[in-house]
């Protein structure tokens, strides 16, 4: 599939939602239950339902900055032996590449708070793709292998 690009509509389990943190549970539900349909085991389930909050979270307070009058839309679908969480917003774009590797070695006492939602997203998810075009908005995608 090309970077940014959506899959046949007819394959696609879609949710959209504003970008208010109560839109959370909403959110996490539907991914639930889309991972469950795909047969992911409850280890997999779970990983996808945390990857996906954190997402959702950083969307709504970077790319929109606590705005909730904009929109994320949540798109799930099995793609042979993976399943896929893909998230896209109209919000700022940001560079992963610019985040630095959390302090895990440091106290925790004397890490900073905050800065581990991309290290979480890595860490539970087999894949994690973002992808930014300034005409159609910010895409991330994460897949699971199933």
């Not at 959110?27 to 959702?56: K, M, Y």
């Not at 998230?87 to 959390?102: C, K, N, S, T």
């Not at 070695?105 to 994690?128: C, H, K, N, W």
Request: a negative charge; one cysteine or more.
């Amino acid at each position: 599939m090309e970077a940014g690009k959506y899959p046949p509509p007819t394959t696609v389990d879609e949710l959209v939602v504003s970008s208010a943190l109560d839109v959370l549970p909403q959110v996490i539900g539907f991914v639930r239950q889309a991972s469950l349909h795909a047969g992911l085991p409850e280890s997999a389930v779970f990983a996808c339902e945390l990857a996906t909050d954190e997402a959702c979270t950083n969307i709504i307070e970077h790319a929109y900055a606590g705005r909730s009058d904009g929109t994320i839309r949540v798109a799930c679908w099995s793609d042979g032996d993976e399943f896929v969480v893909q998230l896209h917003d109209q919000g700022v774009a940001f560079d992963p590449g610019a985040v630095r590797e959390p302090p895990l070695t440091q106290d925790l006492a004397a890490r900073p708070l905050g800065g581990l939602g991309i290290y979480f997203m890595r860490s539970l998810m087999d894949e994690v793709r973002f992808d930014f075009d300034p005409m159609v908005g910010n895409t991330l995608t994460m897949t699971k292998r199933i």
